[in-house]
């Protein structure tokens, strides 16, 4: 297949991908009850998330899509990853100031990044607990009011922490991505854990 082709076609499911699922992500920042999203939709009572009924045929699409066309899941098809490229290129049409981070706050950074990935590892070892009752109304801009309303100490932990991530994107590309997403990190881990036992094809030893 040409590759300006290929590239066009990308595109086009990366932000096809990220206008279908936007509605979802609106939901799961704002009312997931679950630790972590995603896990538990079936038993969920958010009748409202899409995630709840299109989760398989999404995770099936997303599989076959990355295997047949050897995609990087975090570059081209995690609508929450093209938000966050989102915020920062219209950031960077309106301004071209580019920060860059001090090293020891890359490090505190990074510090946090494994702090937030234990949180999540207990939490999946505590059977991904549901820490707050969600309250459903026929209308999403109530049931968004209400969660806000309703929701105690965990809810607003993780709701600053999305939003003032997303906001530190606008500066920072990616910050969500880079320094707190558990997915990413289990991400980076994996890719980690592979490149120390790949074969050296210089000297044939593992590491
Ligand atoms: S269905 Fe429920 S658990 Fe699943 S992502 Fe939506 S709000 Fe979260
Ligand atoms: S790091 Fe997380 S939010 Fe970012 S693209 Fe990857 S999975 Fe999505």
Known sequence: ?????????????????????????VIVILRCPYVIPFLACDLC???DCPSKYYRKPFIAFVIGYVVL????????????????DLVYKIRRKVSKISIKIP???????????YVVFAFVIIAL??????????????????????AYLTGGDVYFARLYL?????????????FWCRYLCPLGTTFQLIKKGFRRFKKCSKCGNYG
Do not use: Q
């Open 69 to 84: 066309f050897r995609k990087d899941f975090c570059a081209w098809v995690c609508p929450y990853g093209t938000l966050n």
């Open 103 to 113: 090293l020891e706050l890359k490090l505190s950074f990074n510090i946090l990044k």
């Open 162 to 174: 999305i939003l003032g991530a997303l906001l530190l994107g606008v500066l920072i590309p990616r």
């Open 1 to 25: 297949m040409d590759s300006k082709f290929k590239r066009i076609l990308s595109l086009i499911v990366k932000y096809g991908i990220f206008v279908i699922a936007f509605p979802t992500l």
């Open 45 to 47: 009572p958010v009748v």
């Open 125 to 146: 070892l505590n059977g991904n607990p549901r820490y707050y009752v969600p309250i459903h109304t026929s209308d999403l801009v109530t049931s968004i009011k209400l």
